[in-house]
T-cell receptor, first 113, second 113 residues
Framework: DSGVTQTPKHLITATGQRVTLRCSPRSGDLSVYWYQQSLDQGLQFLIQYYNGEERAKGNILERFSAQQFPDLHSELNLSSLELGDSALYFC????????????FGDGTRLSIL | QKEVEQDPGPLSVPEGAIVSLNCTYSNSAFQYFMWYRQYSRKGPELLMYTYSSGNKEDGRFTAQVDKSSKYISLFIRDSQPSDSATYLCAMTLKGAGGFKTIFGAGTRLFVKA
């Protein structure tokens, strides 16, 4: 058990809709990372937060946004959903700000119909 | 050209074999090198982490980094059916936007009993 909790496990919705994915990091970890994993693109880095502040940004679309709250949980908001957004979304956490993601959750599988 | 190249496999070996998994990279700015293991329907799990050229050993696993050739390897000795998973290499660099970790596509490994 990595200690990282992601909810929901599965999400099915339609194009144009908006969804929110939630992540609780491992106890003691201050950094949260979001990744998108699809069959053709592999694991793509979206964004990192450290202790509530944005620390690094990857290939995150403008339709996507994230935040980390004072209790360190994080939410990834996806809006104006397109078929191509169907993927596994992983959250990971680590202790420090300048380090690799250490603990991954089991992901949220998003299906756009 | 992708920044990190990894053969997706699949790689099938008999139990007890030595497994060699490899990645190449193009950006000499990468500072940290990692290997993750991902079981089906689970998040990646950090196996090995190193930042210098040379070998690092942990039980049956050895990570090797050759910065001059931009090449990293993971060796698994006495492979077991429980090692069957997808293995992802990953590398971290520090850029203008903070630390970014780039993942390889992953190699699917099957260890036959």
């Amino acid at each position: 058990d990595s200690g990282v909790t992601q909810t929901p496990k599965h999400l099915i919705t339609a194009t144009g809709q908006r969804v929110t994915l939630r992540c609780s990091p491992r106890s003691g970890d201050l950094s949260v990372y979001w990744y998108q994993q699809s069959l053709d693109q592999g694991l793509q880095f979206l964004i990192q937060y450290y202790n509530g502040e944005e620390r690094a940004k990857g290939n995150i679309l403008e339709r996507f946004s994230a935040q980390q709250f004072p209790d360190l949980h994080s939410e990834l908001n996806l809006s104006s959903l397109e078929l191509g957004d169907s993927a596994l979304y992983f959250c990971a956490s680590s202790v420090g700000s300048g380090s690799q993601p250490q603990h991954f959750g089991d992901g949220t599988r998003l299906s756009i119909l | 050209q992708k920044e990190v190249e990894q053969d997706p496999g699949p790689l099938s070996v008999p139990e007890g074999a030595i497994v060699s998994l490899n990645c190449t990279y193009s950006n000499s700015a990468f500072q940290y090198f990692m290997w993750y293991r991902q079981y089906s329907r689970k998040g990646p799990e950090l196996l090995m982490y190193t930042y210098s050229s040379g070998n690092k050993e942990d039980g049956r696993f050895t990570a090797q980094v050759d910065k001059s050739s931009k090449y990293i390897s993971l060796f698994i000795r006495d492979s077991q059916p429980s090692d069957s998973a997808t293995y992802l290499c990953a590398m971290t660099l520090k850029g203008a936007g903070g630390f970014k970790t780039i993942f390889g596509a992953g190699t699917r490994l099957f260890v036959k009993a």
